[in-house]
């Protein structure tokens, strides 16, 4: 069974930097997997923020929305079996749930697509 539990969220004031990390359990380091970061505000749908292909033999690009593209940088840690999202140059519009999720397989930027998910951690960037 596959478990992600996100931790490292908080609160920030806007410019300053958070690290989000996703220990993932019930995969193994070789699995074809997708994993990814999204977060979510009331009222709105999940947006994905970057994705990662993960199969433990070779190093893939990310993608990355351009809402975050150039400040956040997603990272993995086959050792560790963890995910990590390091958020920089923060704006209070970065305020929302973040999430971790993986899907087997190929990638995708639809959160319906996604199958294991972690219970999120909030940040909170003020002005």
């Known amino acids: 069974q596959v478990q992600l539990v996100e931790s490292g969220g908080g609160s920030v004031q806007a410019g300053g930097s958070l690290m989000l990390s996703c220990a993932a359990s019930g995969y193994s380091t070789f699995t074809y997997r997708c994993m990814g970061w999204f977060r979510q505000t009331p009222g709105k749908e999940r947006e994905v923020l970057a994705r990662?292909?993960?199969?433990?033999?070779?190093?893939?690009?990310?993608y990355y929305s351009d809402s975050v593209k150039g400040r956040f940088t997603i990272s993995q840690d086959n050792a560790k079996n963890t995910l990590s999202l390091l958020m920089n140059s923060l704006k209070p519009e970065d305020t929302a749930m973040y999430s971790c999720?993986?899907?087997?397989?190929?990638?995708?930027?639809?959160?319906?697509?996604?199958?294991?998910w972690g219970q999120g951690t909030h940040v909170i960037v003020s002005s």
């Open positions: 990662i292909f993960l199969d433990g033999r070779s190093t893939y690009s990310p």
């Open positions: 999720a993986s899907k087997v397989g190929a990638c995708s930027n639809v959160a319906a697509d996604f199958r294991y």
